[in-house]
């Protein structure tokens, strides 16, 4: 049975710092694509970061390059999201996913399987 459990989000500081963790089990989560997503109240989700099944490649939205970074540890089949220098804009519910046909997206609709969200909060 495939599963996606996030973990790590809360309340931060703007400029502080949240490391965010998207536990995979069911399959082995380097043979697929994995995306980090986010929707704050009102908007509609949004592709963060991606990591590649090809070759580990990453890819980030505009918004979040040179802070955010997402990484893949294969013994754990875990991916994690490394959130820097956050700010009042980033706050979201923060999923993550896996996609099985392609090797890497940040559209959300490239991706078939999803986790139940963790939720960000940056305010002072």
């Known amino acids: 049975q495939v599963q996606l459990v996030e973990s790590g989000g809360g309340l931060v500081q703007p400029g502080g710092s949240l490391r965010l963790s998207c536990a995979a089990s069911?399959?082995?989560?380097?043979?697929?694509?994995i995306g980090w997503f986010r929707q704050a109240p009102g908007k509609e989700r949004e592709g963060v970061a991606c990591i590649s099944s090809s070759d580990g490649s990453t890819y980030y939205t505009d918004s979040v390059k040179g802070r955010f970074t997402i990484s893949r540890d294969n013994a754990k089949n875990t991916v994690y999201l490394q959130m820097n220098s956050l700010k009042p804009e980033d706050t979201a519910v923060y999923h993550c996913a896996v996609a099985w046909h392609v090797i890497a997206a940040l559209a959300p609709d490239s991706y078939d399987d999803w986790g139940q969200g963790t939720q960000v909060f940056v305010s002072s």
């Open positions: 069911g399959f082995t989560a380097d043979y697929y694509a």
